[in-house]
């Protein structure tokens, strides 16, 4: 059994940060790759950003150069630093975790929400 449990969201005026974290206990492994999606009412879920175990990343092209993706792979965390918030930022983000082998497992926390006002 994993658990991922997100902490950091809230609600921030635009053009201010925040930092979301996600820890991954119980069960743990070395995760091939880790990220966070978000998903606004009435919109899809949307990869905002990954890392794999290597540290290669990839970004949605709306937060490219605000946001950055990071993990400590001996904590089993990944961090979202995300900076000059906008209003089209606000939804719930969630937590992404992934492995390959033996099986092909994705393991998902709960959602945080992030909230930018005008």
């Known amino acids: 059994q994993v658990n991922l449990v997100e902490s950091g969201g809230g609600l921030v005026e635009a053009g201010g940060s925040l930092r979301l974290s996600c820890a991954a206990s119980?069960?743990?492994?070395?995760?091939?790759?880790m990220g966070w999606y978000r998903q606004a009412p009435g919109k899809q879920r949307e990869l905002v950003a990954s890392i794999t175990s290597g540290g290669s990343t990839v970004y949605a092209s709306s937060v490219k150069g605000r946001f950055t993706i990071s993990r400590d792979n001996s904590k089993n965390t990944v961090y979202l630093q995300m900076n000059s918030l906008k209003p089209e930022d606000t939804s719930v983000y969630s937590c992404?975790?992934?492995?390959?082998?033996?099986?092909?497992?994705?393991?998902w926390g709960q959602g945080t929400q992030v909230t930018v006002s005008s």
């Open positions: 992404n975790a992934l492995i390959v082998e033996p099986v092909t497992i994705n393991y």
């Open positions: 119980g069960r743990t492994f070395i995760f091939n790759r």
